[in-house]
């Protein structure tokens, strides 16, 4: 599949099953109740089988080490980015996710800055999968629960929040937040994203 096939299957995906995706993460974290028996779905398409952990950063971006970490800001807890996965299932995960990250490595180690820049369709495509990895943070923070706070310890009356609900302590903001970051996968046109992208070299 070329890369462009691999985002427009991704554009027909969200599309389809976005919506049903989105009510299913805020009725299991955020809006439905505590009790809630949650049975884990697709990221993507919502199946509820043959899952699989899918990174929310990936491994090549942190070169699989363990040790590298991120602080939920939240909480302050630290957490590794190779424990920060989510669910997605082999179809969306091997085929489609898989294929968007092949290209991308290979676009970001080939691209040599002394001779040349991106081209605008490779400009897109590292927008759009940047989109892909803010919209997986943030299904991220929307199902893991905030637990503790580093310094203030346990306190059982929060501690079973969403992260994502802590943050806004709005059930709006958090929809409309997640929403948005799914409209933006299922938009093709990324002219108006470009000029907030900077991109450098070490
Ligand atoms: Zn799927």
């Keep these: ?18 919506k049903y995706v989105m009510q299913k993460l805020f009725d299991d974290y955020v809006t439905g109740p505590i009790t809630k028996k949650i049975i884990p779905s697709c990221i ?5 089988q043959k899952l699989t952990k899918e990174h929310v950063l990936p491994k090549w971006v942190f070169e699989s080490n363990a040790k590298h970490f ?16 989510i669910p997605a299932c082999q179809s969306c995960n091997s085929f489609l996710l898989n294929g968007i990250e092949r290209y991308i490595q290979r676009t970001l180690s080939e691209v040599d800055f002394k001779k040349r820049y991106y081209s605008p369709e490779e400009w897109g495509n590292v927008i759009r999968w940047l989109e892909i990895i803010d919209f997986k943070f943030q299904v991220l923070d929307i199902s893991k629960k905030f637990l503790a706070h580093k310094t203030a310890g346990y306190v059982p009356a929060i501690s079973d929040f969403s992260i994502a609900f802590m943050r806004d302590l709005s059930v709006r ?7 948005l970051a799914l409209k933006r996968m299922g938009t093709k046109n990324k002219e108006k994203r470009a000029n907030s992208l900077i991109v450098g070299e070490l």
């Design 1 to 18: 599949m070329t890369i462009d096939e691999n985002f427009l299957r991704l554009r027909k995906i969200v599309r389809m099953n976005g």
């Design 44 to 48: 993507l398409c919502g199946a509820e």
């Design 70 to 85: 991120f602080t939920t800001d939240v909480n302050q807890l630290s957490q590794s980015y190779i424990k920060a996965t």
């Design 173 to 179: 903001s958090v929809t409309s937040k997640a929403r």
